[in-house]
């Protein structure tokens, strides 16, 4: 899968709980994105890197927040979990001006 | 904003029908256009991609033609299998970079009957 690992792959927790999720690459790409998954809805950008410590938000980023303090890894944190953020998250990884390949997947249940 | 339409499915084909799954596009600019698959279970593989208009993207029998005329980008396959059973998301990337980000569509649903 281009170098990338997603982890943890599945998790179920409860409203209210911080959550973090690892995009980790070892393909050395500049830029990193995490998008979700809903049924009728296709994918979502919620926020993506376009460096180590440059990061910009997409269009579902209200709820998330990320970090990127070194090129291969790419978190994505839900501060508090709501309900409406279970979903199947994934993470992408690109060159510059080269498609993007995915991750397998994180599925997560807030309970 | 940019924005992308498939039709909705999911679509049913017998093994060795023509497969044809419409896809179009709303855009202010030149977009990079993009097909991806996913396969039960697994995260979203590059299909195909065409970067600028009447380019023709091709892979393992699939086929989209860029028409920036109809704004459309529409997968085909002659002879479909039942591997082929997957969704299939139509997605644009906003500028002429396409490691910028992708806007998809909902996707398409395809099952291949023996």
């Known amino acids: 899968d281009a170098g990338i690992t997603q982890s943890p792959r599945h998790k179920v927790t409860e409203t209210g709980t911080p959550v973090t999720l690892r995009c980790h690459q070892t393909?050395?790409?500049?830029?990193m994105y995490w998008y979700r998954q809903d049924p009728g809805h296709g994918l979502r950008l919620i926020h993506y890197?376009?460096?180590?410590?440059?990061?910009d938000k997409g269009e579902v980023s209200d709820g998330y927040s990320v970090s990127r303090s070194k090129t291969e890894d790419f978190l994505l944190t839900l501060e508090s979990a709501t309900s409406s953020q279970t979903s199947v998250y994934f993470c992408?990884?690109?060159?510059?001006?080269?498609?993007?390949?995915f991750g397998d997947g994180t599925r997560l249940s807030i309970l | 904003g940019d924005s992308v339409t498939q039709m909705e499915g999911p679509v049913t084909l017998s093994e060795e029908a023509f497969l044809t799954i419409n896809c179009t596009y709303t855009?202010?600019?030149?977009?990079?256009l993009f097909w991806y698959v996913q396969y039960p279970g697994e995260g979203l593989q590059l299909l195909l991609k065409?970067?600028?208009?009447?380019d023709k993207g091709s892979n393992k029998g699939f086929e989209a033609t860029y028409r920036k005329e109809t704004t459309s980008f529409h997968l085909e396959k002659g002879s479909v299998q039942v591997s082929d059973s997957a969704v299939y998301f139509c997605?644009?990337?906003?500028?002429?970079?396409?490691?910028?980000?992708?806007?998809f569509g909902s996707g398409t649903r395809l099952l291949v009957r023996p």
């Open positions: 890197s376009y460096g180590v410590k440059d990061t």
């Open positions: 855009a202010t600019g030149y977009p990079s």
């Open positions: 992408a990884i690109s060159g510059r001006n080269q498609p993007q390949h």
């Open positions: 393909e050395n790409h500049r830029y």
């Open positions: 065409a970067t600028k208009a009447d």
């Open positions: 997605a644009l990337s906003e500028g002429l970079d396409s490691s910028y980000k992708l806007i």
